[in-house]
């Protein structure tokens, strides 16, 4: 039986939701007391709970259970690059969220007309995505959102470093399956794709260029299908 999700903090024996989870619990899931209900304290546990009060401000939760949640043993880090309609990333948060992305850094490449200020501008409405994202998708941690950076700015110390790139016809990941890694960087570029002396660049820190396939994708569905073929990969 699955039971509704919620975010609470810890408060001595008890958990408690306040603010927009209080009002997500009672006034749009119509939470009583005596409910059963799973809490994410964000701090790596999941409880099965039973609302004992409800306040005028706060639902109290007595945890019966902590409960066992299966977490990858590898960490995602998406470097993607930004659309000129930065509310497209409004809509690719939550699915990333649920693919198991650990890291989402926002990049600034040739072909993105947007100002770092824009995109700072945005991350508090993705880092609120992310959290809401969380009790959807059952994992213990939202997606972590960082600050923008320059496509040449970008460094990564992780065992696989990939980017996508539309005109790289010969390596595939498949290339990749007999290998292990515990970690991956993942760049996908926006609509206006890469410029080559980009790929060379990110080339010499060592990633390597792989294919999608015979065709063009849409941004959105370069990012799905990228980071479910790196899972194929991880996992």
């Not at 007999?178 to 794709?193: A, H, L, R, T």
Request: hydrophobic share 40%.
């Amino acid at each position: 039986m699955s039971y509704p999700i919620f975010i609470g903090n810890p408060e001595g024996d008890y958990l408690v939701l306040t603010d927009e989870e209080y009002h997500h619990a009672v006034n749009v899931k119509r939470i009583k007391e005596g409910f059963l209900i799973e809490v994410n304290d964000l701090k790596g546990n999941m409880y099965l709970g039973e609302v004992v009060k409800i306040d005028k401000n706060k639902v109290v939760v007595k945890p019966i259970e902590k409960l066992h949640i299966k977490t990858p043993l590898y960490k995602i880090t998406l470097y993607q690059c930004m659309p000129n309609q930065l509310s497209k990333i409004d809509d690719i948060i939550e699915p990333v969220s649920q693919l198991g992305v650990d890291r989402f850094v926002p990049v600034l490449s040739k072909n993105s007309a947007v100002k770092l200020s824009d995109i700072e501008k945005k991350i508090p409405k993705w880092e609120k995505i992310a959290l809401n994202s969380v009790k959807q998708c059952r994992r213990l941690f939202p997606v972590v959102i960082d600050k923008p950076i320059k496509l040449s700015n970008i460094n990564s110390n992780d065992q696989l470093k990939v980017v996508f790139y539309e005109k790289e016809k010969e390596n595939k990941v498949k290339n990749l399956i007999d290998k292990k890694y515990s970690s991956c960087s993942v760049v996908i570029g926006n609509e206006g794709g890469f410029d080559e002396y980009e790929i060379q660049e990110l080339k010499n820190k060592g990633f390597i260029s792989l294919t999608l396939g015979d065709y063009i994708l849409k941004m959105e569905t370069a990012i799905i299908v990228g980071v479910c073929q790196i899972k194929l990969i991880l996992d």
